[in-house]
């Protein structure tokens, strides 16, 4: 079996495949769901994830939620701010975005991905200024 970890441009990857292919299986374990991903030209490619980042791939949360998140971000007319709550084990961090005082949008996620929407923020305002 494969890692269990995985970085956020990894699991991007994986909802990537999961996304476009031909076929997919996978076995929920203990604490973690194997999938196969067999894609339209009949390669697998087999990941053991957790069964968080199992259900964010199923709901497209590494390409759809992550890039909502970075589009807001980029938004002047947004406030971001963040709320930590370690006692929430799969979904620790709160980002909110106000707009004129008044809750614009709320998402929720971990602190792996938290770093990569600061990261890609920095990158993407850098490369606009």
Known sequence: MDKFEYSVQDLISINE???HAASVMFHNLNKFVY????????EKNCFTLTKRDFK???TDFFI???N?????GLDDELIMS???NPSVENFPVEIIFTYQN??????FCNFKELGFIYNSLKKQRSGIR
């Open 102 to 107: 008044e809750i614009h949008e709320r998402y």
């Open 68 to 72: 909502d998140i970075i589009v807001d």
């Open 82 to 84: 963040v709320k930590l």
């Open 56 to 58: 964010a791939v199923q």
């Open 17 to 19: 495949l999961y996304n």
């Open 35 to 42: 999938i196969e991903i067999i894609d339209s030209e009949g």
């Open 64 to 66: 759809c939620v992550l």
